[in-house]
């Protein structure tokens, strides 16, 4: 059996080198307090991010750009896949499995727009990948499915599959893909966890914390939604919500959905495992959705916490693929955030604040 240096010590040094070259800090208020989208891309070029800048000069997509950024983060992954065995693999495969499922999601709502909506997608198809990344799925096959039978042909060899034939006609009758969704985040992220719990000790308990913060961040996410647009019963809320979540266990997610003091959430948390971030509870926000608002604030400073945390230890074990996985989606995050508001015209204090 190999050991942990031999498995993580090239794996290490290549993810740690990029790792290196994130964005500070400071790029990011620079992007939201430039004079314009051009502006804000030309910080840009001397980054990872320059082809953003090259792209959108070439055809003014932002989209494109964005769409290759994409494709490099899942090359990162399908190379650190042929360096890694074993459990260490199939962890690797089931982080690329979510880029997959994102991916036919995306597909999936061109589908449900173009068939259900009756809306033209035609401008939207080029933003996709079509490489693939698990599994043999045919994106423009379920964009452009007819029915139901042949959106499950482009499908037919992966393995969540199965929730678009459970919940197909359930879809197609409500007019919304909501069940679908949510069905999907809770296959990726039970594949994720059985995944992880098949690891060694060290690499498992780095694994279930990392894993379990995240799922915490999703599930305050959904919350949002079902308070803004659903306004669901409690036990409705509970079925849908996905288990295994770090902090916020049953009585604290039916806490967040309906507490006026938003940070009972949290508070215990904070104070004995994370006491730099009880600065951020100190704000009481009037309304349901941005006392929520504030607990997923809070909990992405968590999950940052707890990725620098295993950055700081033992240098080779699996944290270092999560928290490249974690740092990496974050970053991508707040770069689209900032180049999306600078093209359309939002204030720079709005920007700063998503930041």
Known sequence: MPTAIRTYAFINAKLRARISKLLPESLFVKMARAYSLQEALTLLRDTPYSILDEIYRTTGDLKLGELELLKDEVKVFLEVAKYVSGGTLDLVQALLLGYEMENVKNAVRLFFDRKIRNRSVDTSVHYLLRERIMHDVSIDGIINAENLGELLGALASAPYSSLVAELGERVLSEGTLFRLEIAFDHFYYKNLMEKAEMLDSRDRREALRIIG?????????????????????????????????????????????????????????????????????????????????????????????ETHRVLMGYPFTIGIILAYFIFKKSEIKKVRAVLNAKLYKIPEDRIEDVI
């Open 213 to 305: 913060v995240e799922i915490d961040l999703v599930n305050i996410n959904w919350i949002i939604r079902f308070r803004r647009f659903y306004n669901l019963p409690m036990k409705e809320v509970m079925s849908l919500v996905i288990p295994r979540g770090y902090h916020l266990k049953a009585e604290r997610i039916q806490e967040a959905y309906t507490s006026q003091n938003v940070t009972n959430v949290l508070q215990d948390v904070i104070k004995s495992d994370y006491p730099g971030l009880s600065a951020l509870l100190s704000s009481q926000p009037t309304d349901s959705v941005s006392r929520l608002l504030l607990v997923e604030r809070v909990l992405e400073r968590i999950l940052m916490y």
